[in-house]
């Protein structure tokens, strides 16, 4: 872990005039937004920007000194930040957001500071999940101070500022992308500095993602990012979709990680019914009539007892082709690994809380720990480095 200031990615440079990325949604061979042939090149023929680009939207001296100004600040919000991790995938439904907030949780919990984003702004639920829901924003004069979910673990969500949380956020892109411009612009991060700044994103390659990746682009702010599908192809056709946006718009992917890949769970928590209809379950008024639960688990202690604290496992989804596993070695990514679906992940993220140092002896600790170590040795911080310069040494 990072005892000192985090550094910044070496990659961060002072932008230039051409440093402004692609439209993620541009042609194959564009020449830029800021280029002289920008919207007049034979690439940009039917490209959904090209208008903006011929009209100068983007390379006239205002437009050039705007970006410049924009990328000035986003650098100064992020200087003591070491890594800008984006969590991805094309699909929702597939727990994204329960990885980004357990992976944050992992990290504060063995010391790293860390920090949530949370772009999904449509959406919003790493509050929820980090335990900081219904708390409020503070702002300085320097900008907004985000809320700690504990003295590792910082977090920034549209939902702070709603004053109704069941309120639907019905925003056109611009608003969009103008609150998340205002997120990594005016955000005050750890002065201590963050060794991960985890970006949750919304499912898709929509506006939220297209504005996010651009504004840190153009300081080299992205580190890198994790995508996240389950196994079933109704799925991975759009993760797919996630993997080419990455790759066009220039983003190291960190590992893709196989999430629901199995329901696990120890015999003793699970629940038992007595075999009844579908027809009888649905006009059976006392829902609880079948369960045999108690029955069941007092016959497996006195009878066999060491079975209670087996892990039981089934699949949730069916496997399409070669999997996840399958995809990742298509695209030429790492594969992160499988995280079961375990009941108390789900609690854990209900509660707000640390699911692998609230539930220890759960399923789906080691696989979570697991995940953790790989991103932390993909995307080491100062002290880690240090740390691993020091074995070396004394390995020799």
């Known amino acids: 872990m990072s005892s000192s200031t985090s550094s910044p990615p070496s990659a961060w440079v002072t932008p230039k005039p051409t440093d402004t990325p692609q439209p993620a949604d541009a042609n194959e061979g564009c020449v830029g937004p800021q280029s002289s042939d920008a919207g007049k090149a034979s690439a940009c023929a039917g490209c959904p920007s090209q208008k903006a680009c011929s009209s100068g939207a983007y390379n006239s001296p205002a437009a050039v ?23 991805l995938s094309g699909k929702g439904g597939v727990g994204k957001s329960t990885v980004a907030c357990q992976t944050a949780h992992t990290l504060a919990s063995r010391g790293y500071r860390v920090g949530v984003l949370d772009v999904d702004i449509c959406g919003p639920s790493c509050a929820r999940m980090l335990g900081v829901s219904g708390q409020t924003v503070h702002r300085s004069g320097s900008g907004w101070c985000p809320v700690y979910s504990n ?35 005016e955000t005050e991060w750890d002065s201590d500095g963050l060794d991960y700044l985890i970006v949750d994103t919304p499912p898709g390659t929509s506006d939220e993602h297209i504005s996010t990746v651009q504004l840190l682009q153009a300081v080299g702010g992205v580190s890198g990012a994790i995508v996240v599908t389950t196994p079933e192809e109704v799925s991975l056709s759009d993760v797919r979709k996630e993997l080419n946006f990455c790759k066009k718009t220039k983003i190291d992917v960190v590992g893709v990680v196989e999430n629901m890949s199995s329901f696990q769970t120890k015999v003793k928590d699970l629940k038992f019914h007595r075999p009844v209809s579908a027809k009888e379950r649905y006009l059976c008024e006392d829902k609880d009539a079948s369960d045999i639960t108690d029955d069941i688990l007092a016959k497996l202690k006195e009878k066999c007892p060491e079975v209670l604290d087996i892990i039981a496992s089934a699949d949730v989804f069916p496997m399409s082709g070669s999997g996840p596993r399958g995809m990742a070695d298509k695209f030429g990514v790492p594969y992160l690994g499988e ?43 100062e ?12 390995e020799e």
């Open 65 to 87: 000194a705007q970006q410049q100004a924009e990328a000035t600040e986003i650098r100064a919000a992020l200087q003591n930040v070491s890594h800008v991790l984006l969590v």
């Open 151 to 185: 003295p590792n673990l910082a977090v920034m969500s549209v939902s702070f500022l709603l004053a109704d949380p069941d309120a639907a956020v019905v925003w056109r892109g611009p608003r969009k992308n103008g609150m998340i411009k205002q997120f990594l612009t």
């Open 339 to 381: 995280l079961p679906l375990d009941p108390n992940v789900l609690k854990a993220c209900e509660d707000g809380v640390c699911f692998v140092t609230t539930y220890k002896d759960s399923a789906a600790v080691g696989p979570v720990d697991a995940l953790v170590d790989r991103l932390v040795k993909a995307l080491p911080v």
């Open 383 to 394: 002290g880690d480095m240090d740390d691993d310069e020091e074995v070396g040494d004394m």
